[in-house]
Structures are given as structure tokens and as C-alpha cells.
């Protein structure tokens, strides 16, 4: 049978990395987007061929929009077509909104909220011909509990959670599925640059006094792909309460 395609950006590190992975382990061709260290989507790329994976590397800021135009081209040429898009690059800076600087907000909602936007609107061009695709938008809880001195992070995911919602509005005619996940607080790159005090707090507030298990995370973006009758939902995979 003609191998699934999945694209995952921010696939060099941290969650992508492992969903990545997983989407691989299940046969898929997977598209490992990443912005700039070359080192890590080789590790990532190379984990997965060992496993008896295949996949390539596509190098590409998503907050740059004709880029990322030319990054779905150069997927489409490779691997003839986009089943699933992963929407996981993000970034913090985090700062208490007096002193926030507009380089801060500014950096962390155009990779946050403006580069999922295009890399959607792209994927979705292709996955309309094909009349078949899923999009899963990595969001966030902040997107519904904000978060002291992150506003600008939880501004962003709570644009992506509505733009989730309004995208399968739209594509619903053409099946494609457009859900989000809210992944919880994991032990990745990004979540081991967090404060002390916060993920004390995340632990506090989880109900079983646990953060989110990665592998757990990965199986069910995954199985999340392939619902058929599932779209404009958001599934909060975290024992936090919203």
C-alpha cells in the first residue's frame, strides 16, 4: 500500500521529536520540519531510520510565510502528497506583561499563532484536492487558564484553539479533520526551561500529581489522525483541570 505522509513541524526536539517518531514506528513518511539546529533533526531523522523508518528534513521558519509555500512544494515533490499535519513549533519568552518587550510578544505570536496559521492554510491547499487530511494544532491549557508572565504564550494558543475551530468549519466540506490537543506539562526541551515554581504549580494542580507522559501524548495524536468522524475538537491530554 501507498505510504501516509505525515508532516510535524517542529519535529528536531521535545514533543515533535516523539511524535514524529511515533508516526514513523507506524509506517507513515514523515516530513521533519525544523528552523535552525541542523545537528538535532539529523539525531531526530536518524533515530527514526534506525528503526526502519524513512522520512527527510525540510529546514523551514514558519513564521516566514513564502518560505513555508516553498517548503509544502518541496514535501508535495518528494513524497507526492500531505495526509496529516502535526502543527507543534513553538517558542516561549516569557515576561510579565509590563515588561514585555514587542520583540517579545511580537516573536512569540508569529511562531505560536502566524506560522501554524500558514502552514495550515498550505497543507490545506493540497489536502482539499485530495478531498482527505487531518490537522492537528498543538495548543496549549494556557489558552483557557492563562499563565503569570506568559501572556504572550497564552494569547497565541488561545488564537490557535479558535483558529482550530473556524478552520473545521471551513474544510469540513472538503474532509479534512482539523482538531487540537493540549499536551499537558512534559519533562522536553522547552518544559525544562520552565521555573521551579511552575512546574510546582503544575504538579499541584494535576489530580494525580503527575505531569503528562510523552508516549502517551504521541500514541494519541496519532490515533487522532485517523478518526474520520472527528473534527473541530480539543482534547486536553493532562490531568489538569481546565
Not at 528536531?12 to 511515533?22: F, H, K, L, Q, V
Not at 513518511?29 to 538535532?40: D, G, H, I, M
Not at 490537543?181 to 525544562?192: A, E
Request: overall charge positive; proline content about 1%.
Amino acid at each position: 500500500m501507498e505510504k501516509k505522509v505525515a508532516l510535524v513541524t517542529g519535529a528536531s526536539r521535545g514533543i515533535g521529536r516523539r511524535i514524529a517518531a511515533e508516526f514513523a514506528s507506524s509506517g507513515f513518511s514523515v516530513a521533519l520540519n525544523y528552523k535552525e539546529n541542523s545537528e538535532a533533526a539529523k539525531t531526530a531523522l536518524g533515530e527514526i531510520e534506525r528503526s526502519g523508518g524513512s522520512g527527510a528534513l525540510f529546514k523551514c521558519d514558519v513564521t516566514d510565510h513564502g518560505a513555508v509555500i516553498e517548503m509544502i512544494e518541496a514535501i508535495i515533490a518528494r513524497f507526492g502528497k500531505i495526509d496529516v499535519l502535526v502543527n507543534n513549533a513553538g517558542i516561549t519568552k516569557n515576561r510579565g506583561i509590563l515588561k514585555m518587550t514587542k520583540e517579545e510578544w511580537d516573536s512569540v505570536i508569529n511562531t505560536d499563532l502566524n506560522g501554524p496559521f500558514y502552514v495550515l492554510k498550505e497543507c490545506a491547499r493540497h489536502m482539499a484536492s485530495a478531498k482527505n487530511g487531518s490537522i492537528i494544532n498543538i495548543s496549549s491549557i494556557t489558552a483557557y487558564r492563562g499563565v503569570l508572565g506568559a501572556s504572550n504564550y497564552a494569547a497565541a494558543k488561545a488564537g490557535l484553539t479558535a483558529l482550530t475551530k473556524s478552520a473545521a468549519m471551513e474544510f469540513g466540506r472538503h474532509n479534512i479533520r482539523v482538531n487540537a490537543v493540549l499536551p499537558g506539562f512534559h519533562n522536553t526541551d522547552m518544559g525544562q526551561k520552565a521555573s521551579k515554581v511552575y512546574v510546582e504549580k503544575a504538579l499541584q494542580d494535576s489530580v494525580l500529581s503527575l505531569t503528562t507522559d510523552i508516549s502517551e501524548l504521541s500514541s494519541f495524536v496519532l490515533f487522532l489522525s485517523g478518526m474520520k468522524t472527528v473534527s473541530g475538537q480539543v482534547f486536553s491530554w493532562d490531568s489538569r483541570i481546565i
